[in-house]
T-cell receptor
Framework: GAVVSQHPSRVICKSGTSVKIECRSL??????MFWYRQFPKQSLMLMAT?????????EQGVEKDKFLINHASLTLSTLTVTSAHPEDSSFYIC????????????FGPGTRLTVL | AQSVSQHNHHVILSEAASLELGCNYS??????LFWYVQYPGQHLQLLLK??????LVKGIKGFEAEFIKSKFSFNLRKPSVQWSDTAEYFC???????????FGGGTRLMVKP
């Protein structure tokens, strides 16, 4: 199946710093990428949807100025958590969908962010 | 808006027991339906999916799910679970007309050896 990678897998940072998370589709072109957040023992919550070359669509309650998403190519999307605070600590997961997959998303392994 | 509910939050079974995890969704239009599994420390993996056709879908590792349109349900089943099935299971729905994949709250399955 299609492979999606994320980097880094784990990051610890001080409050106030910005953190960039990369999501790459390794063997297919992802026209659409999705960013999710998963709190401990909870389900995935969609944060935003990004289409290559256009602005991301954010879900209600997600601050677009805080969570900057860039989908500059068909294989790469980045999520930047700006001025991170402890409440931003979470597990961030990306997924990607190509042209051929009807509705099917392939998930990355996730990035655990801890803000001290 | 679409929503997905999974009725069982935690399930504990002994090996060889049969499994059925409930999933109901609310959406009036045509949907694609998925079950994902997340093993401890690993990322989400697709177990099976339903787009159209035979409502009984067979997936990997002996899992199957049945789409019952009249009940808006897509329950996951396995006749005989193994210890290695210990994981969290997520039902998800994607409205055919849209992009968004909506997840249920997840069911944490523990299989005792």
């Amino acid at each position: 199946g299609a492979v999606v990678s994320q980097h880094p897998s784990r990051v610890i940072c001080k409050s106030g710093t910005s953190v960039k998370i990369e999501c790459r589709s390794l063997d297919f072109q992802a026209t659409t990428m999705f960013w999710y957040r998963q709190f401990p023992k909870q389900s995935l919550m969609l944060m935003a949807t990004s289409n290559e070359g256009s602005k991301a669509t954010y879900e209600q309650g997600v601050e677009k100025d805080k969570f900057l998403i860039n989908h500059a190519s068909l294989t790469l999307s980045t999520l930047t958590v700006t001025s991170a605070h402890p409440e931003d600590s979470s597990f961030y997961i990306c997924s990607a969908r190509g042209d051929r997959g009807i509705g099917e998303q392939f998930f990355g392994p996730g990035t655990r962010l801890t803000v001290l | 808006a679409q929503s997905v509910s999974q009725h069982n939050h935690h399930v504990i079974l002994s090996e060889a027991a049969s499994l059925e995890l409930g999933c109901n969704y609310s959406y009036g239009g045509t949907v694609n339906l998925f079950w994902y599994v997340q093993y401890p420390g690993q990322h989400l993996q697709l177990l099976l999916k339903y787009f159209s056709g035979d409502p009984l879908v067979k997936g990997i590792k002996g899992f199957e799910a049945e789409f019952i349109k009249s009940k808006f349900s897509f329950n996951l089943r396995k006749p005989s679970v193994q210890w290695s099935d210990t994981a969290e299971y997520f039902c998800a729905v994607n409205a055919r007309a849209g992009n968004m994949l909506t997840f249920g709250g997840g069911t944490r399955l523990m299989v005792k050896p």
